[in-house]
């Protein structure tokens, strides 16, 4: 019988700037798709990008996710070139049994999860360029300038964390707009987290830091079983920026 998502799905927004979006969608198979996205420069970019990956995602899926998340992935990108505004995404499918994820990432939002094999923390990969020193190294080819955990356009007049996004066509072909995918199995038990970096609080001041704080959410919610109390328990202190997230139990 297939798993029964969005009666399971857990949603916690807090607006501070409104460019947090979120969106969901369950496919003829019982498997869904979840998508957060930051933005940056403004909420149009996200806006704009979240409904066209779930849409897209949607009529490309054909019982195979990673088709459908690059050609979704594609769309975003081709829809938001020209767009000021910039944003980051994360996008993950969850198989109709809840124990199967695979996973499209682009920029410093996240997801995470417990590994099937021994139950190990497990996270989608980071493209944060203050903590990623091989993103880093990689715009800097593509003609970046990196100064204090920002990557500059050549002018100097605009920067980023992130080194890859959607939009902010002031940063020409600096920032990469592919995601990375891949795939993982999800121990049972567990929850599945899609979230901004907004949750995480003041904790960017390592990779070692922003893990802990997404280990503790994920161990919050595993105790708690409830997603608001999860981020008020594991919120190091005052939540300056948007945060949204999306949890899924794993049966």
């Not at 009529?59 to 998340?69: F, N, P």
């Not at 904790?203 to 070692?208: I, N």
Request: hydrophobic letters at 40%; a negative charge.
């Amino acid at each position: 019988m297939p798993y029964q998502v969005p009666e399971r799905l857990q949603v916690f927004e807090r607006q501070v700037k409104g460019e947090d979006r979120q969106g969901t969608a369950v496919l003829s198979d019982g498997s869904c798709l979840l998508v957060v996205a930051d933005g940056h420069g403004g909420h149009e970019c996200a806006e704009h990008a979240v409904p066209i990956f779930v849409r897209t995602f949607s009529a490309e899926y054909q019982g195979e996710a990673k088709v459908a998340l690059k050609r979704a992935a594609g769309a975003a990108i081709n829809s938001t070139m020209g767009y000021d505004a910039g944003a980051v995404y994360t996008a993950v499918w969850l198989s109709s049994e809840g124990t199967t994820l695979r996973y499209a990432q682009l920029g410093d939002t996240f997801a995470c999860w417990r590994r099937a094999d021994g139950g190990a923390f497990a996270r989608t990969p980071d493209h944060n360029s203050g903590n990623n020193p091989t993103e880093r190294e990689a715009a800097v080819k593509r003609g970046g300038l990196y100064h204090g955990g920002y990557v500059m356009a050549p002018s100097g007049q605009y920067g980023l964390q992130p080194t890859r996004a959607l939009g902010d066509a002031m940063m020409g072909t600096i920032i990469e707009k592919n995601p990375e995918m891949g795939v993982a199995d999800v121990a049972a038990g567990s929850w599945i987290i899609v979230s901004s970096d907004g949750v995480l609080g003041m904790s960017h001041t390592s990779a070692e830091a922003e893990q802990a704080a997404m280990a503790k959410l994920l161990a919050a919610l595993e105790r708690s079983g409830d997603l608001r109390r999860a981020v008020t328990e594991a919120s190091e202190g005052p939540l300056f920026d948007d945060v949204t997230v999306l949890a899924v139990p794993v049966p």
